[in-house]
């Protein structure tokens, strides 16, 4: 049985894993910076050779390998195989070549998915979503992510843009989003919005110990040392995750309505907050859903942590190869 090659194009890191494809195992790995500035010509050259290279630090050869999986942060055409807009990477890499030029380069059947799309086909088949046909997954960290699996499928709508769960309005009058446009869910409970309203919290001089864990340097306030502040029962960083939280459960019951999901997965950095999150998302879905049964949706962590997106993206290439 051929091994699969999973690829995580980050705007930092390039990673590149050799995944078991029939049981979600990741046999082998390396990283390598990505140095974005020198250009997506540059970088799809380093990408080639870290494949090459992988295979053989694992001790294999190019015909044990059946293909190789990227995924990709950002808008992608997946007919084309080209990114169209990676906001992270140095120039966002419009109309670039990506699948072809891999191919060409490593004589490999290559495929592109977004990177929450991996992460969701990852969480799906091997991780918080396996043995279900319908999911919504979550990211949550700088922005929030978004996947779908809809009867036993990865959704992909239009060139794979479909399931960006962080761009659903959620205030029609809402702040400026990072996609241009005004009040999704990502303007108000992402990594950055949530320690936003540690900030706040502290600089209105509001009694908290997140105060005293930042020692008074804004700069120092993130949402996982939000998170050790409520775990010590203080009101105001508890406040804080249960807005986030009624947020991320104001969308997710759009979602539970649309399409009848049996689990939510909520993943990313800001998932580690565990319950202080998934609580109240748990109680906003049953204060606001009533015309499907709410209560056999399942909210839960994802499991498979950062490998979730290099054995998706790597399931995704063996099943389009
Ligand atoms: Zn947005």
Not at 9 to 18: E, S, V
Not at 200 to 216: F, H, M, N, P, R
Not at 251 to 256: E, I, W
Not at 298 to 308: F, I, K, R
């Amino acid at each position: 049985m051929k091994k699969y090659i999973g690829c995580d194009l980050g705007g930092t890191n390039l990673r590149a894993a050799i995944v078991d494809v029939e049981n979600g195992s990741v046999l082998h790995q390396m990283s390598i910076p990505c140095l974005a500035r020198e250009g997506h010509d540059a970088v799809m050259r380093r990408m080639a050779d870290l494949f090459l290279q992988v295979i053989q630090s694992a001790g294999m050869k190019k015909e044990d390998i059946g293909g190789i999986g990227i995924g990709a942060p950002g808008v992608l055409d997946l007919e084309k195989g080209e990114t169209l807009f990676l906001p992270n990477l140095h120039g966002t890499w419009p109309h670039v070549p990506l699948r072809d030029t891999i191919r060409k380069l490593t004589g490999l059947p290559t495929a592109l998915l977004n990177d929450v799309r991996s992460i969701t086909n990852g969480e799906w088949r091997f991780g918080a979503g396996r043995g279900v046909d319908t999911i919504a997954v979550f990211a949550i960290g700088t922005g929030i992510g978004g996947g779908l699996v809809i009867n036993g499928q990865l959704h992909l709508g239009i060139g794979g843009t479909g399931g960006e769960l962080g761009h659903i309005t959620i205030d029609f009058n809402g702040p400026r989003c990072g996609c241009g446009k005004y009040g999704c869910l990502e303007a108000y409970a992402s990594g950055p919005a949530i320690a936003a309203m540690g900030m706040k919290a502290v600089s209105q001089g509001l009694t908290t110990c997140i105060a005293d864990l930042c020692e008074y340097d804004l700069n120092r306030i993130t949402p996982e040392l939000i998170a050790r502040a409520a775990r010590t029962g203080d009101e105001i960083a508890i406040d804080i995750y249960e807005k986030a939280g009624f947020y991320l459960g104001v969308t997710a019951a759009n979602v539970c309505v649309a399409l009848g999901p049996r689990r939510i997965i909520i993943g990313g950095g800001v998932a580690q907050a565990g319950d202080l999150l998934l609580e109240p998302i748990r109680r906003t879905l049953r204060e606001r859903v009533s015309v499907m049964p709410i209560e056999q949706v399942e909210v839960v962590q994802s499991q498979l942590g950062d490998n979730a997106g290099v054995i998706g993206v790597a399931c995704w290439v063996a099943k389009e190869s």
